[in-house]
């Protein structure tokens, strides 16, 4: 998945990415942000509880093999476009 085309969105305002403590931790999917990770792109990730990273679970980059990461904001995924099939 790429998120080019929804970064010109206008949800994609800088108000409204959140603090990483705010996000969901039930396996939702989340635009997630590590600076230390790839600084130009967000990407698609969620909370792994299942992941043993000292004992608590950890977030995990969707789109690269479940690879933990470290996020610092967090964002809802987009919802569709309108008259998508």
Known sequence: ?????YMKQPFFV???WQPIETAPKDYS?????DPE???EYPFEGF???DVEMGGS??????????HPCSPTHW???PQ???GAA
């Open 57 to 66: 679970g950890d977030w995990v980059n969707a789109t690269a093999t479940r």
């Open 29 to 33: 999917a989340i635009i997630l942000y």
């Open 37 to 39: 990770y790839d600084a």
């Open 14 to 16: 800088t108000d409204a």
């Open 80 to 82: 569709p476009p309108v």
């Open 1 to 5: 998945m790429t998120l080019a085309p």
């Open 47 to 49: 909370f792994d509880a």
């Open 75 to 77: 964002h809802p995924m």
